[in-house]
């Protein structure tokens, strides 16, 4: 009895200890099963989606696919010079030393607007050989006119009436030499005063053009070279870019097509300009030939001797060509794409085919159409992102 007992009892036991072992393992909720799937639900390859905290982050600009014009453009590189047509370099016609700076580097000034004041002492003698010249002539004159009375009354020969005649010719050649010396300096006659006067030997020097001084080789007191342009002046609101062209090229460029420009020292400022020349001969050293490009100084940024690079078409075509920032463009799965804005954090991979390069933009073959939208600056911060995602999908 007590035997059959205890086995009855160690039963019972074993049971309640298999009771409670189930109970350890609670039944799964409905949703726990659904959690692992939800986590590697389906993620559209196309998008890539950007954390609101990422996005106050990022910069993000936006362009608009162009359509424009089809042309080949060829990539040509120069240097910006001023316009010849409104350019002037002002020397001294004699050696002279610089009394009064009357204009400094970046000074506006007039045609005709007095630049320095020199003094020259060849100037005065000059001048003092045209005043001795003007008063010979003038007494020469007097003289044949009393001959020329007398002889009327007889009382003197004709023979000093010719030698009068011969006298006050020399005299009116001597003055027309000695005006014409002043006059090849640049200097008027009538401007003297009294020859042993110090405004004899004093000039100054005036700006034939209106424009901006952009160099003044002299100082106060120094004595100045003829041989030595003393200031350069000129109208910088246009200014030339030459640049050269092989001659394959140069064959196919036209007067009076638009160039776009990018200067290296004004990143991301794009300027335009027109080509205003076509050489008429090659180079035998370099086999090109010089194109030059009017361009339109806006703002006044731009300074002669800037590097600058220009896209200028070559040949056209009648089919339009669309056309995006190159920046816009990134290489993601080995395939060239954009990425389009869906809402203000989803953004559309779109893959293109990639044209040529046309300067600061890219030719696009297939993928868009003109006027979509898509991100310039910060495409490649999402494709950073796009990538970074797949990776951990895959990790999954």
């Known amino acids: 009895m007590n035997l059959a007992r205890m086995v009855l009892v160690l039963c019972c036991v074993t049971l309640l200890a298999c009771g409670r072992g189930k109970e350890a393992a609670p ?15 389906h993620v ?25 014009a089809g042309a080949e453009d060829v990539m040509l590189l120069g240097e910006l010079a001023v316009d010849e047509r409104q350019y002037a370099e002002v020397g001294v016609p004699v050696a002279a030393r610089a009394m009064r700076l009357l204009a400094a580097p970046g000074d506006e000034v007039l045609a005709g607007d007095l630049l320095v004041e020199l003094q020259s002492p060849e100037l005065g ?8 010249a003007q008063a010979r002539m003038t007494l020469a004159e007097g003289a044949l006119k009393r001959k020329r009375d007398l002889a009327a009354e007889r009382i003197v020969p004709q023979r000093e009436v010719q030698e009068a ?17 002043l006059s090849a300096l640049g200097v008027s006659p009538s401007s003297d005063g009294a020859a042993e006067s110090r405004a ?3 000039f100054g020097l005036r700006s034939p053009i209106a424009g901006t001084v952009i160099e003044r080789n002299i100082v106060q007191g120094q004595m100045v070279d003829p041989a030595t342009p003393a200031y350069r002046i000129a109208n910088v609101a246009t200014l030339w870019l030459t640049v050269h062209a092989f001659e394959r090229d140069a064959v196919r460029i036209r ?27 090659v180079s035998r ?8 490009i009017d361009v339109r100084n806006q703002g006044g940024l731009l300074r002669p001797g800037m590097s600058a690079s220009a896209a200028v078409p070559v040949g056209a075509t009648k089919n ?34 990639r044209g040529r390069d046309l300067g600061g933009e890219v030719e696009v073959l297939s993928g868009l159409r003109a006027g979509e939208k898509l991100v310039v600056e910060g495409a490649f911060l999402l494709k950073s992102q796009a990538e970074k995602g797949e990776a951990g999908h895959d990790d999954h």
């Open 200 to 202: 004899a030997a004093t």
């Open 44 to 68: 559209d390859p196309n998008e890539v989606r950007i954390e609101e905290g990422m996005l106050r982050d990022l910069r993000l600009t936006t362009a608009e696919v162009e359509a424009r």
């Open 125 to 132: 003698r000059l001048r003092a050989a045209y005043v001795s």
């Open 320 to 353: 339009p060509v669309l056309t995006v920032p190159v920046a816009a463009v990134q290489r993601l799965r080995n395939e060239w794409c954009v990425f389009l804005p869906r809402d203000a954090r989803t953004f559309e991979i779109r893959k293109i085919g």
């Open 285 to 292: 050293e370099s086999r090109t030939v010089p194109i030059r």
């Open 27 to 41: 039944a799964a909720e409905p949703g726990a099963a659904a959690t692992p799937e939800a986590s590697d639900g």
């Open 255 to 281: 007067k009076g097509a638009a160039a776009r420009l990018a200067f290296s020292a004004l990143p991301g400022e794009e300027f335009r300009g027109v080509v205003g020349l076509v050489g008429g001969q």
């Open 165 to 181: 005649e011969a006298t006050a010719t020399e005299a009116q050649a001597a003055l027309r030499a000695s005006t014409a010396a």
